[in-house]
């Protein structure tokens, strides 16, 4: 037996033993409320294709109903485990207990719902820069990122978040990397699909690491075939009523293509920057030279977190800097959950974005 056969046969007992803790509390409850062993049998029917044709982690799974409908399962079952059932056992002593089980159950069930049919949300996040002309105060900012386009986002769900950004009327749209899932299949719909954006002072796009697992020039070259600039460790200035802004973008970290210095070097003096880095890791060299903001994704918010605790996510294992608004002196960072998914598509407690980030003088 070949060590690949061995590693996926290991990998394949730890998913079900997984699936099985996770899927055992509500299985067994919902057995005890119907009084018969059906729940457990639909479980596992709704488990077992998934899990069959599942060979690793990150494996892009079929874009079939099998899929969503086990994902979505297990994300209710989760939810179920670790905010429901406690919540439901804390107050079951004040409350018939079928009122809270079934609250528990149905709120559980619209939560994994969510976990795989949500749309991204719109943040919109305000950043005051200290010497910020007049002529930008109020400059608004789009962001999209980790698109991840391939069988689970296809073009016409990349063009539809696009139609979203576009109808904000925004001065500047960026896209911070980790544009398509990986491969060349999708290279051109999302090219396509991205290159309908609309700004004022136009579109502009980095490089993520994603984007390497294809030929990172041919994406380039498509990118900017429909109209965006890509910015490898270069910036440009961009004018608005005799005020400059410089529009600066790094190169991909995980390839070492990175260089802050060089992206940074044509910055006129005293112009504000806004730098965008796939890779929140950056921060702290953008921060030491001085960079006003710094949008960042790469993460996904941990594409599985606790709701609304930004620190208790997967994310917390890649970086300091998980999901949102940071900031360090006069520098702020931005970090996006992304739209797309990597590996299963599936975002539990860190809903897909869109976000609007708005200039201020100080």
Request: charged share 20%; aromatic share 6%; proline share 6%.
């Amino acid at each position: 037996m070949s060590l690949r056969t061995r590693l996926q046969g290991r990998f394949h007992l730890l998913a079900a033993a997984l699936v099985t803790v996770v899927q055992l509390p509500p299985v067994l409850w919902l057995c005890w409320l119907t009084r018969t062993p059906l729940p457990a049998l639909v479980a596992l029917g709704v488990s077992w294709p998934y899990l069959k044709q599942l060979q690793s982690p990150w494996t892009t799974t079929p874009r079939a109903a099998s899929t969503y409908v086990a994902l979505g399962w297990w994300s209710a079952c989760l939810v179920f485990d670790l905010l429901m059932l406690p919540a439901a056992l804390a107050i079951q002593a004040g409350a018939p207990g079928g009122v809270t089980w079934g609250m528990a159950g149905a709120v559980a069930l619209v939560m994994g719902g969510d976990a795989v049919l949500g749309r991204p949300r719109l943040r919109k996040r305000t950043v005051r820069v200290a010497g910020l002309p007049k002529e930008l105060d109020g400059y608004r900012i789009g962001q999209l990122s980790d698109v991840h386009c391939g069988p689970h986002v296809p073009e016409e769900k990349v063009a539809a978040w696009v139609t979203r950004l576009n109808g904000l009327g925004l001065d500047l749209v960026t896209v911070t990397g980790d544009l398509i899932a990986h491969g060349s299949s999708h290279v051109e719909a999302v090219a396509r699909a991205l290159g309908g954006l609309r700004a004022r002072d136009g579109a502009f796009a980095c490089m993520g690491n994603h984007d390497y697992f294809t030929d990172g020039e041919h994406l380039v070259r498509e990118l900017e075939r429909n109209g965006l600039t890509v910015l490898r460790n270069r910036g440009v200035v961009v004018r608005r009523d005799g005020a400059n802004l410089y529009v600066a973008g790094v190169d991909d970290t995980w390839t070492s293509r990175h260089d802050v210095e060089r992206a940074l070097a044509a910055r006129p003096d005293g112009a504000p920057t806004v730098l965008l880095a796939h890779d929140p890791d950056l921060f702290p060299q953008a921060q030491a030279r001085g960079v006003e903001l710094t949008l960042s994704g790469h993460t996904h918010g941990g594409q599985l977190a606790v709701p609304w605790v930004r620190r208790l996510s997967l994310a917390r294992f890649m970086t300091r800097w998980t999901a949102g608004m940071y900031r360090q002196g006069r520098s702020w960072l931005y970090v996006n959950r992304g739209a797309g998914t990597t590996g299963p598509p599936v975002r539990l407690g860190a809903p897909a974005e869109l976000a609007v980030i708005t200039l201020r003088r100080a």
